[in-house]
């Protein structure tokens, strides 16, 4: 068992910063890919990012590239989402997510163990 244990979730003005923090405890060693997903209000969960543990290799959906970044920490068995220049249609609930697989880190089936979920809100 996996358990994902999330932090640093808040409101910030656009254009604000926010990093939110995924710690892992138990089977650490059992998952390929760290993923970040989040559903807004009436909308479908959607994929993020994700952070290949082993490697370090990063993915994420377009309209996040250049201004999130996903990062981790294999000592503390922790990982990060850094968001950066913040944008009121980023406003969700964010959850981390332990799994995925070589072929497949955005699909969220492919996540076995999650965590609880952080709101984020960005006002305009």
């Known amino acids: 068992q996996v358990q994902l244990v999330e932090s640093g979730g808040g409101e910030v003005q656009a254009g604000g910063s926010l990093r939110l923090s995924c710690e892992a405890s138990?089977?650490?060693?059992?998952?390929?890919?760290m993923g970040w997903f989040r559903q807004a209000p009436g909308k479908e969960r959607e994929f993020v990012a994700a952070?290949?543990?082993?490697?370090?290799?990063?993915y994420y959906t377009n309209s996040v590239k250049g201004r999130f970044t996903a990062s981790r920490d294999n000592g503390k068995n922790t990982g990060y989402l850094q968001m950066n220049s913040l944008k009121p249609e980023d406003t969700a609930v964010y959850s981390c997510?332990?799994?995925?697989?070589?072929?497949?880190?955005?699909?969220?089936?492919?996540?076995?163990?999650w965590g609880q979920g952080t709101q984020v809100t960005v006002s305009s």
């Open positions: 952070i290949i543990w082993s490697s370090g290799n990063t």
């Open positions: 997510a332990a799994g995925g697989s070589a072929f497949n880190i955005t699909t969220i089936s492919r996540y076995g163990y």
């Open positions: 138990g089977r650490t060693f059992s998952w390929y890919a």
